[in-house]
């Protein structure tokens, strides 16, 4: 099954030593479940790959936000990539180093700049001359120089939904590969700004690493042009994107070959890697744990109507995305072919159609799997729905990192008129 950190035990599932049964009949359904020994494995492949090559792994706040994921992954050191002063203010209470921040985004506001100025974030990742024009402005009324990289956009076309794809010329990532070397000369002449170097982030879920590769040799013939012209460069941030196996036949690309793939081009380039990971680390290590309400039986079809839905999880209904699902008691029974649909009023509230999967009853439990990065986050209230439950479980115990909203949670902050 696609997911790390989960197991059959005497046929019930469990999440590293705790059977899902116990966290369900603690904290109910629909609930999310992290395994946190597997995302401090993630994480640990990415540093153990990078060896003795200087380096920082950002871990992508986006994927999966929940200060307790932040402050576990902050306890192993890593550092943080951040596309809002929101993701900003959860780094810094969840106990992350500000120095080891950097933030990309095509959007950042003023506000947004000096929150990040003031706390001291190592970098920010520009994506436009604008931008660059009004981080040079907000640094120089504080008297200091904002430490930046541009981020370019190498043009490279990389097999993933076309959502989450954004290195090509019509996206509106980054700066044209062609026009990059041109701004990084005038960014050179505003003296409120330390140029770093120079960071890219061609898209996610790529599973074929050669787009990487690409990228990465393009950039380098960039970064050796900018050398040339006399700026000095030694930070290369190639962003996040590594993909993950959804389906239990699929391949995860192992984070080691990723790697080394991109370490052999870097040999004697003096430069320093930084990565931005988010799915790769929390994907597979996260599951969405619900309970079947009803059985339904149409003319042609067979409906599972579980507690979750598209609100929990919105994947499948926006990228049509494939989330293996399971019973928590493998009982050996019947399979059916089923939709697995959840209680909200929209036809897109699914999470699988025409399914081959074991029949389960009312009361059952299920487990939609890979659900650990861009499931929570992405999360909303949509049909005035409490938001789920986060634990967090690491060997035999377990820790609610967020509780189950409150109908009152529902309403704060508003009025009647
Ligand atoms: N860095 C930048 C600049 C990004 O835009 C992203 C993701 C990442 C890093 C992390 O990428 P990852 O390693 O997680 O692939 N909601 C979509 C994914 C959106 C990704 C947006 N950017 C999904 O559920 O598939």
């Known amino acids: 099954m ?37 995302i401090v494995e993630n994480y640990r492949a990415y540093t153990r790959a990078c060896g003795a090559v200087p380096h920082t792994i950002h871990y992508a706040v986006k994927a ?39 933030f990309p985004g095509v959007g950042k506001t003023a506000d947004e700049i000096d929150y990040a100025l003031g706390a001291g974030i190592a970098i920010f990742n520009c994506e436009s001359e604008a931008e660059l024009e009004l981080i040079h402005e907000r640094a120089k009324r504080r008297q200091m120089r904002a430490p930046i990289t541009l981020r ?40 409120n700004l330390e140029i770093r170097g120079v960071s890219c982030h061609i898209g996610s879920q790529i599973l074929d690493i050669n787009a990487f590769v690409e990228a990465l040799s393009k950039i380098l013939d960039l970064i050796d042009a900018l050398r040339r012209r006399g700026i000095p460069i030694r930070h290369l941030d190639l962003g996040g994107g590594l993909g993950v196996g959804y389906r ?30 988010g799915r790769s680390i929390v ?13 339904k039986q149409s003319a042609s079809k067979e409906f599972i109507i579980v507690d979750a839905a598209m609100n929990d999880l919105i994947r499948p209904a926006l990228y049509k995305s494939y989330h293996d699902i399971i019973p928590v008691r493998a009982a050996g029974r019947e399979p059916v072919t089923a939709d697995i649909v959840g209680p909200i009023c929209e036809t897109g509230d699914f999470f699988a159609r025409d399914r081959r999967m074991p029949l389960v009853e009312a009361g059952e439990l299920l487990a939609v799997c890979t659900a650990g990065a861009y499931g929570f986050a992405l999360s909303s209230n949509y049909n005035a729905r409490p938001r789920a439950p986060e634990v967090l479980v690491e060997g035999g115990s377990f820790t609610v990192i967020r509780d189950r909203e409150t109908y009152a949670d529902l309403i704060r902050g508003e009025r009647t008129g």
Do not use: W
């Open 64 to 102: 999966n936000g929940s200060l307790g994921v932040l402050a576990l992954l902050a306890r192993h050191g890593a550092g943080f990539d951040i596309v809002s002063g929101g993701e900003l203010f959860r780094v810094l209470q969840a106990g992350g180093d500000p120095a080891r921040v950097v």
């Open 2 to 38: 696609p997911t790390r950190g989960f197991e059959y035990r005497s046929g019930l599932l469990c999440c590293e030593d705790v059977s899902l049964e116990e966290i369900s009949s603690r904290v109910g359904t629909p609930a999310y479940v992290y395994a946190a020994r597997s």
């Open 283 to 295: 994907a597979q290590a996260g599951i969405l744990l619900t309970t079947v309400l009803y059985r």
């Open 248 to 277: 239990p036949e699929d391949e995860t690309p192992e984070i080691g070959d990723y790697l080394q793939a991109l370490l052999e081009k870097l040999e004697g380039r003096d430069l320093e890697l930084h990565l931005e990971p």
């Open 152 to 191: 370019v956009n190498p043009d490279v076309s990389a097999e993933t939904h076309p959502y989450i794809a954004t290195g090509l010329r019509e996206h509106k990532f980054g700066i044209p590969i062609g026009e990059a070397e041109d701004l990084y000369v005038r960014a050179a002449r505003m003296e």
